[in-house]
């Protein structure tokens, strides 16, 4: 057979190396674990990359899927966790990127009837790896809210307007990983009211009144979110971002905080 042409391994003479190259938008099945030691079953969609010397015209785009099909049934956190250093390995790179995002499912107990529904929450895990330096592991969850607002509670006499907020919340670990349930529950304490996919007629009402009664303006949804964050000393880092879809404005309300704990804090 005749030798097929490598364009890849021809040198480029532009003096311009890049930070990362690789594949994006790979479906994969996934097994995560909930706090209830249940294996639960997603898919996720995969970012693999890598960085390219100035000297090479090209990386070898196969080899990310190769790297990804060794796991030939699903990924889990461990086999996740080795993605980047198997990159490295592969494609003799000097740092590589790996991004994951599923799905995560619970099952949800309405506040009054208790009646389930299931919950669907955004998580991702961005992991990093240079040669020779440790991985950093850096876990995300996105988690809808209910907020209500302090001043239109405080100027009206028959209501005052809530909205559904979406809360992006990051953190690293000092050291074990924890459950991505105890992040959810941490962020909907410090809302107006946790969101729910089923509601009976007195659970309507529970909500209705538990946001009533919890007013926060998207600053405080996110102070309350880091204070409970640095209680704890199971994070090196966190980031809060938090977001309300105005019920009356035709825009959104927008807060975020970033601390590296022990740091002092940075305007």
Known sequence: MKELKDTQNERDTRQVSIDRVG???????????????????TVATISLAVDLPEEFKGTHMSR???????HKRHLDVHSAVQL?????????????????????????????TGMEGMMDYGVSFVIDERLGEPVDFLLTVTVPVTT?????????????????GIVTYSVRFTSGPVWIE??????????????????????EKWVTDKAYDNPVFVEDLVRNIAI???????????????ENFESIHNHQAYAVIERTLGDQKKD
């Open 23 to 41: 594949v994006k938008g790979l479906k994969y099945p996934i097994v995560v674990r909930d706090k209830e030691h249940r294996r639960q079953s």
């Open 64 to 70: 990310f899927v190769e790297v990804l099909q060794d």
């Open 84 to 112: 980047p250093g198997k990159l490295l390995e592969r494609l003799q790179a000097k740092r590589a990127h790996v991004e994951i995002e599923f799905p995560f499912f619970r099952s949800k107990a309405a506040p009054v």
């Open 148 to 164: 209500l607002c302090p001043c239109s509670k405080a100027m009206s006499e028959r209501g005052a307007h809530n909205q559904r």
């Open 182 to 203: 105890d992040l959810i529950d941490l962020i909907e304490a410090c809302a107006s009211c946790p969101v729910y996919s089923l509601l009976k007629r007195p659970d």
């Open 228 to 242: 409970r964050t640095e209680s704890y000393n199971a994070f090196s880092w966190y980031r809060v971002e938090a």
